[in-house]
């Protein structure tokens, strides 16, 4: 397995390294840092370019695809610029645009030898040469640990390679570098070793991140010099352009609420000596909605900030409906020191580079225990107070919320990732990368906003001078356009970028301006400006999503016609900064689409789909359940939040087709937050009621499949799997006899789950139980051994049946489930005996005290007889000075003894014998066995009839049997047996004469042939598959008069009985439909010769 999964990822690596040449076929200098990426981290699917460009010209499957999987494309390429004014030595003002168009009419010197635009810089990606890959071996053991094995290889590498040849992101640690470079984040050097940097901190903010790094080094069309005394030209080794860098980051979240936008922020900086006083930045848009350009238009709303496209017909060219395209401004450059407020949010010339929180929306720690200080002594986040933890000896674990005083690396002590405080962690003063604070703060600045909006050809920035005056200057908007191929420049200034001090602040103080775009997608105009609205209030709190719980750790395993599926239960531990440890069920999905569109049925109030239909859920136990009172984003779709099933971490789905592909996801969902919850006991902390409400988020589940449909990555709660028959002669593992009773009277039950096939052993079990007393027998605990040997194999000395950490225990390749009576109740009575019936029903209760001589009472888990006699045969217990002769005794079924009891007569009635108005009360202990003096009472039998109902009293051979729920206890004991998975020699003769061909006939098509990707054109892979073959054999398919049409050789593992035909000859042409015959060979087994039809 692992050769084959090396063997399809250098084929991937060596594809996407065809595609990142590809990128510049208009540009044949050499581009060594160059490197595209796909982000799927949502319902959008698109290229980028770590030199600035979104969408693709080469990688077609990945222009801006929306939905994921639908094949309707929205991009072409869409082109970063700056426009900066500049002042030549002689005094000549002109206009440098720095950009990288990668087209045939992109703006580059005659000699094509280098680019006047934006090349990426070194160190921002694991390029497999001068900047190396991340260190596997995170926590420095030597060892493999869990979740160090990034790709998937088995092995502790120490240095990863980047297969995928993408740039820096988030979901692929392989592309990281192993450190990033000095002033690239805040905080100190190292810091960020083998980990992921990200805007807002150390970890990603988003599902999905990228980031890449880019300046304007290469652009000397000009005779410009941004640092004084270098005036040699770029291929000499200066450094031209306008003086700028640029940072890009990538961002895509799966919630419903954000699925349908891309996220792009770029903070660009001056880091020349010269001031350059007069900026623009903006897009170029070349969208071809629909996959064409034929029939665009576009618009614009300034109100929104937002720039629009779409096709006229609604439809791409293969029919499929088509949407809205926008780009929108989340956040534009600002003016600080104008004195308007610009942005109309009642703060003139707020900035993020005056180490002031111009909004007042940072947050210090808050100090609990009023010691002036912030104390958080949970160092392993278990929830306990471990040794070594209390700091201050107040024996109390101490976990003061941190809030935004989480340090200069934005991890505090309940994210992911923390370790140790860093620096200006729970100091009650704002840090630099710390949230709401300078560059993590995003409303705190003074924003221009759109100012200019140009539609017409696609004319790209290659005319400087001809771009600055009449398409992207402030004040110029075009209306609204229409034409066969649409396309639109945007921007916004002007804005100032100061000159950088001598000596110059380290990278992370320089200050930048920053623009950030969201590429917005959905079914109409309404639909793009809900999200956009919708995304403007998300950005503004600086990406305050609620936190979905961590993703678990799925893994599958197929079976026949059946997938075993187990998780981990890591996310069950979540913590949400906000609203605490709020993990509340998981969901499983189930599709046989890589990006699970078939099953997101859920729709919204406006029609549009929202949610995933999940093929199971398990909720815990805490009476949240049903729909959740908190909808969605204000689009009227809520949360199914389960029945109180319980949670569980594994699942057997027996409702699969062999030979079909499925994909899973196990996803973690939160509570969500309403006002009530701390009364209903959801929450823990009571401050809560001032936080806002929410509807529940879940962990995202992304696939990323290239071009041909292989898998290149997916989150660790996916898993893709092929149900199939085992190989002929092998019986897989399974339950040989289920547990059965065969000791004791507890009248619970025990099953188990087969999860793990290969897991399993030849083996008979047996479970006992002990009991915390010989009289009340509660459930203690339990102890599963090997029946023969009596080996331990799974002890639990105490034991809660409702608890999930029992539910996580695997044995052998399977899990026991208890269903056990913990409380004692009467479950029947009868009579029975003698001749005549009669009908004297008793009450039955548990007895109450009565007096000071009875302390206790007790359900006693035990079956019970009273027994009717001739003459008098017990003795009843009252007082001390108090014992009757009655006609009656009880026993006791379970230990064969008889019980003592007290019997309580109306006053004038006695007769000694059980009469309407009696009483019984079981009596399990005395002071002595000669004391009256009861200690301990059971049940009270209380004899009544219905007034004015006839009936008929007891009498000598009457029997009345009562009977009662028992927990397990000592004497009880419980056997099964599993058996492994075989192979018979003579079971995979009997198996050859089956071997058949599925489908039979094929009639143009297969229903297990894999869906075509949308990128691929053509007839897409076409299959019939041999079933119940042999691990190794051969296959020859013939013609009717006996031509060879190809062979195939099978070897495979002892799971899979399956080969499939591509139908190609062995020329690679395709097969003629008609009847075939085959022939299939197996060393030592046999042969077996069939037929099978190709139908047009």
């Given amino acids: 397995m692992i050769g084959t999964r090396k063997s399809v990822r250098w084929f991937i690596f060596l594809v996407l390294c065809g595609w990142a040449t590809h990128e510049l076929t208009a540009q044949p200098f050499p581009h060594p840092l160059n490197r595209a990426g796909i982000h799927t981290g949502n319902l959008v699917r698109s290229a980028f370019s770590n030199f600035g460009n979104l969408g693709s010209r080469s990688l077609v499957e990945a222009r801006m695809e929306w939905p994921i999987g639908s094949g309707v494309l929205y991009g072409f390429e869409y082109i970063y610029w700056v426009a900066s004014e500049v002042v030549l030595d002689n005094g000549d003002t002109v206009h440098i645009i720095s950009d990288r168009y990668s087209g045939g009419r992109a703006d580059v010197p005659p000699s094509r030898d280098h680019n006047w635009g934006w090349e990426p810089k070194e160190g921002y990606f694991n390029d497999n040469g001068n900047t190396r890959g991340i260190d596997e071996d995170v926590n420095g053991n030597g060892i493999l640990d869990d979740g160090e094995d990034v790709n998937g290889n088995g092995k502790l590498d120490r240095i990863l390679y980047n297969v995928v040849n993408y740039p820096a992101m988030s979901h692929l640690p392989e592309t990281w570098p192993y450190d990033w470079p000095i002033g690239s984040h805040p905080g100190q050097p190292g810091d960020r070793r083998n980990r992921w940097n990200g805007l807002f901190g150390a970890y990603p903010r988003a599902d999905q991140e990228s980031y890449y790094v880019m300046d304007d080094r290469s652009n000397d069309e000009f005779p410009y010099y941004p640092f004084p005394g270098d005036t040699l030209s770029y291929l000499q080794g200066s450094r031209r352009g306008a003086g700028l860098e640029v940072d890009v980051w990538g961002m895509q979240w799966s919630s419903p609420l954000a699925e349908d936008i891309w996220i792009n922020i770029y903070e660009v900086r001056n880091i020349s000596p010269v001031e350059l006083k007069r900026n623009i930045v903006g897009m170029f848009v070349d969208a071809d909605v629909a996959n064409t350009s034929a029939n665009d238009a576009s618009s614009f709303d300034t109100f929104d900030d937002i720039t629009y496209q779409w ?142 909006y140009y539609a017409g050809s696609v004319e790209p920035p290659v005319d400087d001078e001809d771009y600055w005056s009449t398409k992207v200057s402030p004040g110029i908007f075009t209306p609204a356009s229409q034409a066969p191929d649409i396309g639109f420049s945007y921007g916004t200034g002007f804005f100032k970028l100061p000159a950088l001090p001598n000596p110059p602040p380290p990278r992370a103080q320089i200050p930048f301006e920053r623009f950030a775009i969201a590429c917005l997608f959905g079914n109409d105009f309404p639909d793009i400006l809900r999200n956009k609205r919708i995304m403007q209030r998300i950005y503004d709190a600086d990406f305050s999503f609620s936190k979905p719980p961590l993703k678990p750790i799925l893994t599958a395993i197929p079976g026949n016609r059946k997938v075993f599926l187990m998780w981990d239960d890591q996310a069950e531990s979540s913590r949400d900064p906000v609203y605490g440890q709020d993990f509340e069920m998981y969901k499983v999905y189930r599709s046989t689409d890589p990006y699970f569109s078939d099953i997101k049925t859920i729709t919204d109030a406006f029609g549009n789909a929202v949610l995933w239909k999940s093929l199971v859920q398990f909720d815990k136990k805490d009476g949240l359940t049903g729909p959740h009172s908190v909808p969605l984003g204000g689009v009227g779709a809520v949360y199914d939040m389960g029945t109180d099933s319980g949670l569980r971490h594994s699942f057997v789905d027996t409702t699969v087709e062999n030979g079909r592909t499925y994909y899973y996801a196990v996803v973690s969902v939160d509570k969500g937050f309403d006002l009530d919850f701390y009364q209903r006991g959801l929450v823990e902390d009571s401050t809560l009621g001032e936080a806002e409400r929410t509807a529940p988020t879940e962990s995202g589940k992304t696939i990323e499949v290239d071009f041909l449909g292989n898998v290149i990555s997916k989150d660790r709660n996916v898993a893709v799997v092929t149900p199939r028959e085992p190989a002929a002669g092998y019986r897989s593992a399974e339950i040989f006899s289920r547990p059965a009773h065969v000791e004791g009277t507890a009248t619970g039950s025990v099953d188990l789950m087969l999860l793990d096939p290969a897991a399993v052993r030849d083996r008979s079990y047996r479970l006992t139980f002990t009991e915390r007393d010989s009289v009340f027998r509660q459930t203690l605990g339990f102890a599963l051994v090997d029946a023969a040997t009596a080996e331990s194999l799974l002890v639990v000395d105490t034991v809660d049946f409702e608890s999930e950490e029992l539910e996580k225990k695997v044995v052998d390749g399977f899990k026991l489930y208890f269903a056990n009576d913990s409380r004692v109740e009467i479950s029947g009575f009868a009579w029975s005996g003698a001749s005549s019936g009669n009908n004297l029903a008793p009450k039955i209760s548990v007895a109450t005290t009565n007096g000071p001589s009875r302390i206790d009472t007790i359900r006693f888990p035990v079956d019970f007889e009273i027994r009717m006699t001739q003459g008098l045969s017990a003795r009843s217990y009252g007082t001390v000075t108090h014992r009757d002769s009655v006609y009656f005794n009880i026993w006791n079924l379970n230990d064969n003894r008889p019980i003592d009891f007290e019997f309580i007569e109306p006053i004038g009635a006695k007769d000694s014998t059980i009469s309407v108005g009696d009483e019984l009360v079981l009596i399990l202990e005395r002071a002595s066995p000669t004391s009256n003096i009861i200690r301990k009472t059971s049940w009270r039998l209380k004899f009544d009839t219905v007034t004015g109902t006839p009936y008929t009293l007891p009498s000598p051979g009457h029997v009345l049997r009562v009977t009662t729920t028992k927990p397990f206890a000592s004497k009880d004991a419980f056997e099964f047996s599993m058996r492994a998975s075989t192979y018979s020699e003579s079971r995979a003769k009997e198996m050859l004469a089956k071997v058949y061909v599925v489908p039979d006939p094929y009639v143009a098509v297969n229903s297990l042939e894999p869906k075509r990707p949308t990128g691929f054109t053509g007839r897409y892979e076409r299959r019939v598959e041999f079933v119940n073959l042999p691990r190794r054999c051969t296959i020859m398919i013939l013609a009717v008069n006996g031509t060879l049409i190809k062979t195939l050789e099978h070897s495979a593992d002892s799971d899979n009985g399956r080969e499939a035909w591509d139908l190609t000859t062995k020329d690679g042409l395709e097969a003629s439909f008609g009847v075939y015959f085959f022939h299939v060979s197996a060393p030592g087994i046999g042969e077996k010769v069939g037929r099978f039809a190709l139908i047009k």
Avoid: C
């Fill in 311 to 452: 096709d006229v017909t609604g439809a791409n060219l293969q029919g499929k409906k088509s949407g809205y395209f926008g780009f929108a401004f989340l956040q534009s450059p600002g003016n600080g020191t104008d004195g308007i407020d610009n942005d109309e949010d009642g703060i003139i010339d707020e900035t993020q580079f005056d180490g002031v929180d111009n909004d007042n929306d940072w947050k210090s720690y808050i100090d609990v225990n009023g010691n002036s200080r912030h104390d958080f002594e949970d160092l392993n986040r278990n929830g306990l107070l471990d040794p070594g933890e209390d700091a201050d000896s107040s024996g109390t674990l101490d976990t003061e919320p941190a809030r935004d005083d989480v340090g200069s690396d934005g991890v505090g002590p309940f994210d992911d990732g923390w370790t140790v405080s860093d620096q200006g962690e729970g100091d009650g003063v704002p840090t630099v990368g710390e949230p709401n604070f300078e560059g993590t703060d995003n409303d705190e600045i003074d924003q221009i906003g759109l100012t200019s």
